[in-house]
């Protein structure tokens, strides 16, 4: 698996599609990560906290889209 340092400098969108996924336009740099010895590998996502707080508004409006789509039956 390769692993990557990916950090945040700009949310610009976000968007929900019919598959259930939700989809984020962003301004980034990515940087390929190495494995450290004896640690799991995986990749590394960085933001500042008012990036985490825009992140967290759009999360929030997506999900109330998302489930306003939804019939009350499966709510």
């Known amino acids: 698996m390769k692993t990557h340092q ?3 400098h700009k949310f610009k969108a976000a968007t ?3 598959h259930g ?3 984020f336009k962003v301004d980034a740099a990515v940087a ?3 494995p450290v010895d004896g640690v799991e ?3 590394v996502l960085l933001m500042t906290e ?3 707080r825009v992140l967290m508004a759009l999360l929030k409006t997506q999900f ?3 489930d306003g789509r939804k019939a009350r039956s499966q709510r």
Do not use: F, M
């Open 6 to 8: 990916i950090e945040i």
């Open 32 to 34: 390929p990560r190495a």
């Open 41 to 43: 590998p995986s990749s």
């Open 50 to 52: 008012q990036n985490a």
């Open 16 to 18: 929900a599609n019919q």
């Open 21 to 23: 996924q939700i989809l």
């Open 64 to 66: 109330a889209d998302v």
